[in-house]
């Protein structure tokens, strides 16, 4: 017989198979929300860092580099999550073995996937950043903050993969709680490594990396030492000798995680397209943009969080059987995001200067954080409900349809934002990516009604 926290454990990892959907989807939620907030809390501590110890030269070069991190970062994220709705499909459905197969596979797989695209970055980095316009000096002070995070990328990957992989489990606490000690860890370090040793930007580099190291170490432990785990938890902890990358699941991830992978990258990419727009316009006006989108990320950590919820819920109850619980945890997620959105419109609205202010004392940089914030605020519903219709998408499977989406609203965005720039500068910007939001929630959010009643759920 099971130990009773053993039965506690599995009974709170198969909650969203049984229980009431809104409360069911606010109980896993909250860790992957309270989670975000703490992975963004890794950017804008290293900004807060910089912007107050070293100035506005490495707050630019931090600025610049953090779209192009983000690109690499996307990827990974992406992949993770398509592997996570195949993962979490074999978990509602008590597939151990197929479970464990997807697993080794998955993390051998990214961990290849990883290492070439941190060779890639460190060679291509500094001509990227020199094509958009950055002088050279910004670009060698980001240089010198991307080669270190560059060498550490296979850590965020296996964070990343692990947090997933639990998270399509039924386990979303877990990778909070490291994510919780890890975020502790890396502020201390921050100021220790720049305030106190004066490593420069060099020191939030490392600070970055180091706590990644320990975040995936932990997680590790977790998986493996972990005696409460459920009889499904139990086909992870495959020992070392016995990994095994199968070509078959390798295909069947590919097929999942490629368009995911893409969807992610394609919004980067088109950040990275804008800011090269920017640069022309002096580096107060680049950091004050990137301080207003570090703002928006961090006010996006409900919306990301409840699609994130949502779409283990949706591949467990697919893969359990259960499809007529689709709709309900759907509508559920709708309703939660657009009360949510009520807040973060108000503050962004009522406090934008408060915000940006947080990151640096320039006036100028804050003028511009305050025209990105102060506009962008009025359209956050439109952004949450369009999250959640990738999520809805997600979690059924249909991930190119989601990489369309998300392209389509970037082919919309980045000429918009070239014609625009020019005559309205940061506003031209907010009104081009509005545009993308407003067009993109009405017809993937549409459509995801549509497919609702089309597939009876």
Known sequence: ?????????????????????????????????????????YNIVDAVVVGNYLGSLSLAGISVAAPLMDVLYALILGGCIGVSVLTGRAFGAGDSEQLRRTHTTALLGGAGVTLLLSAAGLFFSRSILLAQGVSEETATEAMRYLNIILAGLLFSFLYNYLAALLRSCGDSRSPFLVLLCASTLHALLDVLLVGKLGLGIRGVAFSTVFSQV?????????????????????????????????????????????????QQAVVCT?????????????????????????????????????????????????????????????????????????????????????????????????????????TMGFAYPFSYCFELAQGFFRGVGKLRLTMIASLTQILLRVPLSYVLIPRWQIHGICAAVITGWVLLTFLEGGYSLYYLRRNRF
């Open 1 to 41: 017989m099971k130990p009773v926290k053993a039965q506690t454990e599995s009974h709170r990892t198969r909650r969203l198979l049984t229980g009431r959907p809104l409360p069911s989807l606010l109980y896993f939620a909250l860790p992957i929300i309270c989670g975000n907030v703490f992975q963004q809390l």
């Open 214 to 262: 320990l975040s995936s170490a932990a997680l590790f432990l977790i998986i493996y030492r972990n005696t409460s785990r459920s009889t499904m938890q139990e086909a992870l902890a495959v020992p070392l000798s016995a990994l095994h990358f199968s070509p078959a699941i390798g295909r069947e991830i590919l097929a999942f995680s490629w368009a995911s992978a893409m």
């Open 270 to 374: 088109g950040r990275l397209l804008i800011q090269g727009m920017l640069t022309g316009l002096g580096n107060e006006v680049l950091s004050g943009y990137n301080m207003g989108m570090r703002t928006e990320q961090f006010l996006f950590c409900f919306s990301q969080g409840i699609s994130a919820a949502l779409v283990v819920s949706i591949s467990q109850n697919l893969g359990n059987g259960q499809p007529d619980r689709v709709k309900k945890f759907y509508f559920s997620a709708i309703a939660s995001v657009l009360a949510a959105s009520l807040f973060t419109c108000s503050l962004c609205i009522f406090f934008p200067g408060k915000l940006i202010g947080i990151f640096s004392k320039d006036p100028a940089v804050i003028a511009a954080g305050i025209a990105y914030t102060g």
